[in-house]
C-alpha cells in the first residue's frame, strides 16, 4: 500500500505523492482551493461578529460550538462525498463522556475535553470500520443505525446515563493555565467562556484547514470525485476516508463535550436529535470549505431564534429552505457568495461593456 | 410456550410492515439509484390520509382502495417535479433533497392535524378473535394485515416478472444506458417505480393505522428500521428484503418478551454482524 505519511504542508502548492490525486480533484472544480487559509481569518470575523451582535451568550456560544461541528462533518459530506446521517453519535458521545468526566472524576477542562475528544476517536475507529465497508448510501444508512443504536443505549443503560432524565447537575469545569485558574462558568461568566470556546474552535478550525490542504486531504477529494481513479493510482481509499471519519468524530466529540460544560447538563434531547439539523447547516452554509458550514451554523441558529418565537412550524420554512437549497443552489449560502455573485458581476461587467 | 407463539406470530406481522417499507425503497434504489430518505414520511402520509378517510366512511375499506392510489399520484408528480433535476448529479444531492423533504411534510403534517397523534378505528368486519390452535387467540385483523402485505409481495414479483413493464425495469435496474440506447422511454419507468414504492409505503400506512393510531413521526423510526432491513438483506434483492425484514420483525418481537430493554438495539447488533461478515447482506449480489 502507499505510503500515506503526510508531510508538512507546504504553502499549497501539490507535492510529491499528492500531486496526482491533485490534479484528479482540481480539474473537476469543486475544490475549495480559492479559499483556504483566508477562511481562518473569516471564522475570526465571524466570532467578532457573533459576539458583538447576538445579545443572549448562551447562543453566542452555542454558534461557535455547533459551527465546529458542522464544519468537521463537512470534512465527511463535503470533502469525502460521504453523507453521515449520524453526527449527532460523537457529538452525544463527547456529551456524556465530559459530563461523566466532570460528574466523576475531577473538574478539569482540560481532562474533560479531552476525554471527549479522545475516547470518540478511539470509537469512530470502530464504528467508521463497520460503516466504511460499504461507501455511499450504505455509509449514510449505516451511520444513522449507530446513532440511532447510541440514541437506544443512552436511553436504556440508566446507570450510567440517567436514561430520560440525562445528566444533570454538571459542575462548572476549572480551567488551569500556567499561572492561573479560571472557572468556567457560561452563566455567570459568559464573556470568559466564549473567549475560551473561540480559542479552542480556531485552534481545531485550523488544524483542520491543515488536514484538508495535506496530501491526505488531497487523496480524500480526488477519491469523492472518482475512488475507482484514486485507488488505480495506488491509494489505500478506504484507509483515507476511515481516518476522515476518525477526524470528523474527534471534532464533534470535542463539540459535544464543550456543549455539555456550556449547558452543565447532557441527556437524550438536544444532543441525540441533531444529525439531521447539523447535516441541514452543512447544505446550507454550503460544501465547498470548511467556513461554509461554519457561517451555516450560525445562520440556522439565528433563524432558528428568531421564528421559532413567532411560528410554531418554523422547521417547515427549514424544510423548504433546504430543499431549495438542493435543488437550485447546491453550493448552499457561501458558494452564493463566492462563485455565484461573482460570476454575476462578471457577467455584468461584460455586458456593461 | 403460548406467549413465545403469539409473540412470533406479532413479530411476523411488524415485520410484514417492514418488508413494504424495505422493497419500496429497494425497488426505488434500484431503479433510481438513490436512496428516498423521504419514504418513512410519506408512509406517515399515507396512515393520515388513511386516519382521516377511515373516520369520514367509518371504515379502513374505502381508504385500502384510495389512499394508495393517491400516494402514487404524488408520487409520481414528486418524481417530476424536484426529483428529476437530481438526475445527472451526485447521487448524494437526491439523497439530501429527499431528506429537505421529510422535513416538509412532517412539520406540513403538525401544522395541519396537530402534533398528537389520531386513531385509525379497524374495519367492524374483522372485529373478531381467531384461534389458531397454536399460542392465543389473535385478532383478525393482525392476520389480514399478514394477508394483504403477502398479497402485495406476489403481486410485485409477478409483475416484475411476469409483465413487460417489469422486464424493462429489471433489464433497467441492472443497466439503463443499454435501456435507453434500445429506445426505451426510461424516464417513464423511473416516474412509474417510484409512483408504485411510494404506493407501497402508503399500503403500510394504511395497514398500520388501526394498530398503532397515527403521529407525526411514526414513519422517523420504522424508515430506519427500514434502512436496516435493506442493509441485511442485501441492497437490491427482493427476496432478501422479504427475509430480513420478517427475521427482524420476529427477532425485537421475541427479544421483547425475555429481555425488553435490549429489542431496540437487536436489529442493529443484526446488522453489524452482517455488514462485519457478510457487507453484501443476506441475499445480495455481490
Known amino acids: 500500500m502507499t505510503d500515506l505519511r503526510t508531510p508538512p504542508a507546504s504553502d499549497g502548492t501539490p507535492a510529491g505523492t499528492g500531486a496526482a490525486a491533485v490534479t484528479i480533484a482540481r480539474t473537476r472544480g469543486a475544490g475549495p482551493a480559492r479559499w483556504t487559509w483566508g477562511q481562518l481569518a473569516l471564522l475570526v470575523v465571524l466570532a467578532v461578529v457573533v459576539m458583538f451582535t447576538v445579545p443572549n451568550p448562551s447562543l453566542a456560544i452555542g454558534m461557535l460550538v455547533y459551527g465546529l461541528w458542522a464544519a468537521g462533518l463537512n470534512l465527511l459530506v463535503g470533502y469525502g462525498g460521504l453523507v453521515s446521517f449520524g453526527h449527532a453519535l460523537p457529538f452525544a458521545w463527547g456529551g456524556y463522556a465530559a459530563g461523566l468526566v466532570l460528574l466523576h472524576v475531577s473538574t478539569s477542562a482540560w481532562l474533560a475535553m479531552l476525554v471527549a475528544a479522545g475516547s470518540m476517536a478511539v470509537l469512530s475507529l470502530l464504528v467508521g470500520a463497520v460503516c466504511l465497508r460499504r461507501t455511499e448510501v450504505y455509509f449514510s444508512m449505516l451511520t444513522l443505525a449507530f446513532a440511532q443504536l447510541g440514541f437506544f443505549i443512552a436511553l436504556q443503560w440508566d446507570s450510567v446515563t440517567r436514561g430520560d432524565d440525562g445528566l444533570s447537575g454538571i459542575p462548572v469545569p476549572t480551567l488551569w493555565l500556567p499561572g492561573v485558574t479560571i472557572e468556567l462558568n457560561a452563566l455567570r461568566d459568559p464573556l470568559t467562556f466564549f473567549l475560551f470556546t473561540a480559542v479552542v474552535v480556531l485552534v481545531v478550525f485550523a488544524a483542520m484547514v491543515l488536514y484538508t490542504e495535506s496530501p491526505m486531504g488531497r487523496v480524500l477529494q480526488a477519491i469523492r470525485e472518482n475512488e475507482e481513479r484514486a485507488r488505480g493510482c495506488g491509494y489505500n481509499t478506504r484507509l483515507v476516508q476511515l481516518a476522515t471519519f476518525v477526524v470528523a468524530g474527534t471534532v464533534a466529540g470535542l463539540a459535544g463535550g464543550l456543549f455539555a460544560m456550556l449547558n452543565n447538563f447532557v441527556g437524550l434531547q438536544p444532543y441525540w436529535l441533531l444529525s439531521g439539523v447539523v447535516l441541514i447547516m452543512v447544505i446550507l452554509g454550503g460544501r465547498s470549505s470548511l467556513f461554509g458550514p461554519f457561517l451555516g451554523a450560525v445562520v440556522y441558529l439565528l433563524l432558528e431564534s428568531s421564528l421559532s418565537r413567532s411560528f410554531a412550524s418554523w422547521q417547515l420554512i427549514v424544510g423548504a429552505i433546504f430543499v431549495v437549497c438542493v435543488l437550485a443552489f447546491p453550493q448552499g449560502l457561501w458558494g452564493l457568495v463566492t462563485q455565484t455573485l461573482p460570476s454575476l458581476v462578471r457577467r455584468g461587467r461584460r455586458t456593461a461593456r | ?286
Open chain 2, 1 to 286: 410456550m403460548d406467549q413465545l407463539v403469539s409473540q412470533l406470530l406479532l413479530g411476523l406481522v411488524s415485520g410484514a410492515l417492514l418488508v413494504l417499507l424495505a422493497l419500496g425503497l429497494n425497488l426505488i434504489f434500484g431503479l433510481l439509484e438513490f436512496i428516498n430518505f423521504s419514504h418513512g414520511a410519506l408512509y406517515m402520509l399515507g396512515a393520515y390520509l388513511t386516519s382521516y378517510l377511515a373516520t369520514m366512511t367509518g371504515d379502513l375499506w374505502l381508504a385500502l382502495l384510495v389512499v394508495p392510489i393517491a400516494m402514487a399520484v404524488l408520487g409520481a408528480a414528486l418524481e417530476r417535479t424536484i426529483i428529476r433535476p437530481m438526475y445527472g448529479r451526485d447521487q448524494v444531492d437526491a439523497l439530501l433533497l429527499t431528506f429537505g423533504l421529510t422535513y416538509i411534510l412532517i412539520e406540513g403534517v403538525r401544522l395541519v392535524a396537530g402534533s398528537g397523534g389520531r386513531r385509525v378505528p379497524s374495519p367492524g368486519l374483522l372485529d373478531f378473535q381467531v384461534d389458531l390452535g397454536v399460542g392465543r387467540p389473535l385478532p383478525a385483523y393482525l392476520l389480514f394485515v399478514v394477508l394483504v402485505v403477502g398479497l402485495v409481495v406476489a403481486g410485485l414479483w409477478l409483475f416484475l416478472q411476469r409483465t413487460n413493464v417489469g422486464l424493462i425495469v429489471r433489464a433497467g435496474i441492472r443497466d439503463h444506458v443499454m435501456i435507453r440506447a434500445l429506445g426505451v422511454r426510461f424516464d417513464r419507468y423511473r416516474t412509474l417505480v417510484f409512483a408504485i414504492g411510494v404506493a407501497v409505503a402508503g399500503i403500510a400506512g394504511v395497514l398500520t393505522g388501526p394498530i398503532t393510531g397515527v403521529y407525526p413521526e411514526m414513519g422517523a423510526d420504522i424508515l430506519i428500521l427500514a434502512f436496516v432491513v435493506v442493509v441485511v438483506g442485501g441492497m437490491g434483492s427482493f427476496w432478501g428484503a422479504v427475509v430480513a425484514g420478517l427475521l427482524i420483525g420476529v427477532l425485537v418481537s421475541v427479544t421483547t418478551l425475555y429481555a425488553s430493554i435490549y429489542a431496540g438495539i437487536v436489529p442493529f447488533v443484526l446488522m453489524i454482524l452482517v455488514m462485519t461478515f457478510r457487507p453484501r447482506g443476506l441475499l445480495g449480489a455481490t
